[in-house]
């Protein structure tokens, strides 16, 4: 099973709103992404966890907020947005060591107002 | 850091026909290549990945092949079927900077399969 979740699927909120992201992946992963993908462009790095560690922040504006509470859960917690951080949020994961292959969620289209 | 370029950015084939895509890297040190698939609405999937001891590598109608002097590799898809179309990237890991936890995408090619 090769599979990561994400929810939710759709989300649309004002730029004075709090919301989270949420990703989940039970291949027993140790590093887990999020990535951000605007229309016809290839996915942004934005994060990376590995071992429940954040082990890179792609200069990514403060009202992004990501937590890795366990090593199956990813969460993105979104904080007074701008309309241009609507985009498509993907997250990924891998093992960390020795094996570089990234698996990805479905995706969650974020739309801010 | 590592930088990847795609050709092309589209490409039409017939159905039955044969794709081509080309990626090229720089940082001489990489040694793993995936291929993503995306279809609309969806996030990337990985169809096939080949690592720097080899040369070439096939599933089916999907092949990788890895030039490490020229620095580039291709993806190549035989016998095209409608639902192949979708857009595709390659990438490449930015190894100098940050091991294998980042990959560096390349721009994507849109492929139209015509019927």
């Known amino acids: 099973d090769t599979e990561v979740t994400q929810t939710p699927k759709h989300l649309v909120m004002g730029m004075t709103n709090k919301k989270s992201l949420k990703c989940e992946q039970h291949m027993g992963h140790r590093a887990m992404y999020w990535y951000k993908q605007k229309a016809k462009k290839p996915p942004e790095l934005m994060f990376v966890y590995s071992y429940e560690k954040l082990s890179i922040n792609e200069s990514v504006p403060s009202r992004f907020s990501p937590e890795c509470p366990n090593s199956s859960l990813l969460n993105l917690h979104l904080h007074a947005l701008q309309p241009e951080d609507s985009a498509l949020y993907l997250c990924?994961?891998?093992?960390?060591?020795?094996?570089?292959?990234?698996?990805f969620g479905p995706g969650t289209r974020l739309t801010v107002l | 850091g590592e930088n990847v370029e795609q050709h092309p950015s589209t490409l039409s084939v017939q159905e039955g026909d044969s794709a081509v895509i080309k990626c090229t890297y720089s940082d001489s040190a990489s040694n793993y290549f995936p291929w993503y698939k995306q279809e609309l609405g969806k996030g990337p999937q990985l169809i096939i990945d080949i690592r720097s001891n080899v040369g070439e590598k096939k599933d089916q109608r999907i092949a990788v092949t890895l030039n490490k002097t020229a620095k580039h590799f291709s993806l190549h898809i035989t016998e095209t079927q409608p639902e192949d179309s979708a857009v595709y990237f390659c990438a490449a890991p930015d190894i100098s900077n940050f091991g294998n936890e980042k990959l560096t995408f390349g721009t994507g090619t849109r492929l139209t399969i015509i019927p």
């Open positions: 990924a994961s891998s093992r960390p060591m020795g094996s570089d292959t990234q698996y």
